[in-house]
């Protein structure tokens, strides 16, 4: 089995406080039904700071990323089939990448 990264981009837009809590119930059981295809089931990120040859910036980016799960599929297929079910593609976009292992 391969390893996936589920990458979250850009803020969620919700109607209200009530439908950010009903989504996020939505995504919690999603999670539950992945079964052992988890890796890791979240971990939200908070505003980045970006370090380039320029300097550091704070500057606030719609499409920054917000988030990270990671999946475990046969192949990336397997992995979009996935994602395509998280319900924060309802919300905002979910980037697939395949992590590969470095050697130690």
């Avoid at 009903?22 to 990120?45: K, R």
């Avoid at 500057?59 to 799960?69: C, F, I, S």
């Amino acid at each position: 089995m391969a390893q996936f990264g589920l990458l979250y981009v850009g803020e969620p837009v919700h109607e209200s406080e009530a439908a950010a809590q009903a989504h996020q119930q939505q995504f919690f059981a999603w999670v539950g039904s992945l079964g052992d295809a988890i890796v890791n089931p979240g971990m939200p990120f908070g505003p980045p700071t970006r370090v380039s040859a320029e300097g550091v910036s704070s500057e606030a980016r719609a499409d920054r990323l917000t988030g990270l799960t990671i999946i475990e599929a046969e192949d990336m297929d397997a992995a979009l089939e996935i994602a395509k079910n998280c319900p924060y593609v309802e919300v905002a976009a979910l980037d697939v990448v395949q992590i590969f292992q470095m050697p130690g």
